[in-house]
């Protein structure tokens, strides 16, 4: 779209209403704050600029901003008079000059895209406002969407509303555009005589309607319109997300045995042919290539895995994880920081951390990566198929070569050459006889408490 845009998104709410010190819109959905949902959401609708509106005090508001976007602008609302007000907190941005203005609101992460552009549209048409609505089941407590043909005429409070007013379903969604051209001298008209003393947005449809220009209202689902106040409705908004998200990987070829089970994040990228069996959890920054297969209750954050490779059940998968093609890893096994090759297996009972492990290499259950001294992490490397008995701690740094053999329960502290035995373990030793010793003296032990 050939059309600037200016994205003006409001999130000046306090997080009171949550019970929570943390300001209200970064509360997290999808594992990111639901600031970042909208601020992203403007990207994908060509938003030339961002500009977000805080509140006083608002420090961690204005970090998010700048991780999420460092281009975006951040402006605060010292005094909290009204939307309107809220809007022209950012009035440096909105004088710089675009065509498009998209007001929005920074507790609302279930827009699409599709929604913003379609309110481009209507302003590339000639509206001077543009409202987005939606039809309610029950509308009590939603401000009306007032229509006379294709026009809007004006926006009524349910307070505020007749009887016959209170009969319209078609709500106000609350996110306006407006037309760059007139936007400014409409703000700049809202005043504060009303029962609150505060400037209302709302009051622009009716200013723009008394100047002749066009205002129109636009219709859009009204689950993605759901701001939230409350834990009870973060909680709502995280179910309608990841069914959503669910849906949409189904519908790439993903297999979810038991989807509702599944929970994703806002950056999980899963190909086709990938099969989901119960209860998995995706962390941020996880990728799943095609044909894999991820076992019930598994959790994974941060970690790449490549094609056809076999992971859970009860896997756990940390920052800094890559699983090549074929590779495999089992039933209690955690890897973090770890360069697993391909056709590798960790079959079960293993914590691989700081590693990377050679094509086709084996690790027996009950193995250990020993990677921290206390102050520092150190890398273990084992090479292309090596095998590591049962019950080992490789206690890094060190290094195991290709072809190389660790024996069963040994302690490995020094590097083994490729294709030689490693064994760091004391010899056995059988002493005849003496089990009958030990248990005539456990008996004893045993009555002489007895008797006390």
Same mark, same amino acid.
């Given at each position: 779209?050939?059309?600037?845009?200016?994205?003006?998104?409001?999130?000046?709410?306090?997080?009171?209403?949550?019970?929570?010190?943390?300001?209200?819109?970064?509360?997290?959905?999808?594992?990111?704050?639901?600031?970042?949902?909208?601020?992203?959401?403007?990207?994908?609708?060509?938003?030339?600029?961002?500009?977000?509106?805080?509140?006083?005090?608002?420090?961690?508001?204005?970090?998010?901003?700048?991780?999420?976007?460092?281009?975006?602008?951040?402006?605060?609302?010292?005094?909290?008079?009204?939307?309107?007000?809220?809007?022209?907190?950012?009035?440096?941005?909105?004088?710089?000059?675009?065509?498009?203005?998209?007001?929005?609101?920074?507790?609302?992460?279930?827009?699409?895209?599709?929604?913003?552009?379609?309110?481009?549209?209507?302003?590339?048409?000639?509206?001077?406002?543009?409202?987005?609505?939606?039809?309610?089941?029950?509308?009590?407590?939603?401000?009306?969407?007032?229509?006379?043909?294709?026009?809007?005429?004006?926006?009524?409070?349910?307070?505020?509303?007749?009887?016959?007013?209170?009969?319209?379903?078609?709500?106000?969604?609350?996110?306006?555009?407006?037309?760059?051209?007139?936007?400014?001298?409409?703000?700049?008209?809202?005043?504060?005589?009303?029962?609150?003393?505060?400037?209302?947005?709302?009051?622009?449809?009716?200013?723009?309607?008394?100047?002749?220009?066009? %205002? &129109?209202?636009?219709?859009?689902? @009204?689950?993605?319109? +759901?701001?939230?106040? #409350?834990?009870? /409705?973060? !909680? $709502?908004?995280?179910?309608?997300?990841?069914?959503?998200?669910?849906?949409?990987?189904?519908?790439?070829?993903?297999?979810?045995?038991?989807?509702?089970?599944?929970?994703?994040?806002?950056?999980?990228?899963?190909?086709?042919?990938?099969?989901?069996?119960?209860?998995?959890?995706?962390?941020?920054?996880?990728?799943?290539?095609?044909?894999?297969?991820?076992?019930?209750?598994?959790?994974?954050?941060?970690?790449?895995?490549?094609?056809?490779?076999?992971?859970?059940?009860?896997?756990?998968?940390?920052?800094?994880?890559?699983?090549?093609?074929?590779?495999?890893?089992?039933?209690?096994?955690? %890897? &973090?920081?770890?360069?697993?090759? @391909?056709?590798?297996? +960790?079959?079960?009972? #293993?914590?691989? /951390?700081? !590693? $990377?492990?050679?094509?086709?290499?084996?690790?027996?259950?009950?193995?250990?990566?020993?990677?921290?001294?206390?102050?520092?992490?150190?890398?273990?490397?084992?090479?292309?198929?090596?095998?590591?008995?049962?019950?080992?701690?490789?206690?890094?740094?060190?290094?195991?070569?290709?072809?190389?053999?660790?024996?069963?329960?040994?302690?490995?502290?020094?590097?083994?050459?490729?294709?030689?035995?490693?064994?760091?373990?004391?010899?056995?030793?059988?002493?005849?006889?003496?089990?009958?010793?030990?248990?005539?003296?456990?008996?004893?032990?045993?009555?002489?408490?007895?008797?006390?």
């Amino acid at each position: 779209m050939a059309r600037s845009c200016l994205s003006l998104i409001l999130a000046a709410g306090e997080g009171t209403r949550m019970r929570s010190s943390l300001p209200k819109v970064l509360h997290e959905v999808a594992n990111i704050p639901m600031l970042s949902h909208v601020m992203r959401v403007c990207l994908e609708a060509e938003s030339d600029t961002i500009a977000v509106v805080a509140g006083k005090g608002s420090e961690l508001v204005i970090d998010v901003v700048e991780k999420e976007n460092p281009n975006a602008s951040v402006h605060v609302q010292t005094e909290r008079l009204g939307t309107a007000h809220a809007v022209l907190a950012a009035r440096d941005a909105i004088e710089k000059g675009v065509d498009d203005i998209l007001i929005l609101f920074g507790d609302t992460p279930l827009l699409t895209p599709e929604t913003l552009s379609s309110m481009r549209e209507v302003l590339a048409d000639g509206a001077a406002v543009v409202v987005v609505g939606f039809y309610a089941n029950d509308p009590s407590g939603y401000g009306r969407l007032l229509e006379q043909g294709d026009k809007l005429v004006a926006i009524r409070e349910h307070a505020e509303a007749s009887e016959e007013e209170r009969k319209i379903d078609f709500c106000n969604g609350g996110i306006m555009g407006l037309s760059g051209e007139h936007a400014l001298a409409l703000l700049d008209s809202v005043d504060n005589q009303n029962a609150k003393g505060e400037f209302y947005l709302t009051d622009v449809v009716e200013i723009a309607n008394s100047k002749n220009l066009s %205002v &129109k209202a636009l219709e859009a689902p @009204e689950a993605e319109l +759901i701001g939230v106040n #409350t834990r009870n /409705g973060l !909680a $709502e908004v995280e179910l309608l997300w990841q069914n959503t998200a669910r849906q949409k990987l189904m519908s790439t070829g993903v297999t979810m045995q038991s989807a509702e089970t599944v929970f994703l994040s806002a950056d999980t990228i899963i190909e086709p042919d990938v099969i989901l069996e119960p209860n998995i959890v995706f962390g941020p920054n996880v990728t799943v290539k095609a044909g894999t297969k991820i076992k019930a209750f598994s959790h994974l954050e941060g970690a790449i895995i490549g094609e056809n490779a076999d992971v859970g059940p009860y896997a756990r998968l940390r920052p800094g994880t890559e699983l090549d093609k074929g590779s495999k890893v089992g039933n209690f096994v955690e %890897v &973090k920081n770890a360069k697993v090759h @391909e056709g590798a297996k +960790i079959n079960h009972l #293993t914590y691989v /951390g700081d !590693a $990377e492990i050679g094509a086709k290499a084996n690790i027996g259950a009950g193995t250990i990566t020993c990677n921290y001294d206390g102050l520092n992490k150190h890398k273990t490397t084992i090479g292309k198929g090596a095998f590591i008995g049962s019950n080992s701690s490789l206690v890094a740094p060190v290094s195991i070569g290709d072809g190389a053999y660790v024996a069963s329960g040994s302690v490995i502290t020094d590097d083994v050459p490729e294709n030689s035995l490693g064994i760091g373990r004391g010899r056995q030793a059988n002493k005849e006889g003496m089990a009958e010793a030990i248990r005539e003296r456990n008996a004893a032990i045993k009555a002489n408490r007895s008797k006390s």
